[in-house]
């Protein structure tokens, strides 16, 4: 999982196929429990991922109007295709996934 940094866009991140973003904070334990299941499921389907430290990255926070964390977030093509708030296991995990996909 890639650490977001200043700068970051997610929607230029996305042109290029799908893309995950957790939305996450250092003290969140959900976030850390989220975040090994997350990196699995992305790697057995090949999608990129990364996280964006709530706290750190404040403007890119608002602008997608994340008000819980952990916050999951699918980009694809410039655009929000899901978002799951929570964490969740595999299945939960992969659900999200492919629903958000299936929308394209």
Aim: proline share 8%.
């Amino acid at each position: 999982m890639q650490k977001a940094t200043e700068g970051f866009d997610p929607v230029t991140a996305s042109a290029d196929g799908p893309l995950l973003v957790k939305f996450s904070a250092p003290w969140c334990g959900p976030c850390k429990a989220l975040g090994p299941v997350l990196e699995a499921a992305a790697t057995e389907l090949s999608l990129p991922v990364f996280e964006v430290d709530i706290e750190a990255l404040p403007d890119l926070t608002g602008k997608y109007r994340v008000r819980g964390v952990p916050t999951t977030m699918l980009f694809m093509n410039g655009k929000v295709m899901g978002s799951m708030v929570g964490a969740g296991d595999r299945e939960k995990v992969l659900r999200f996934i492919d629903e958000s996909l299936s929308l394209v």
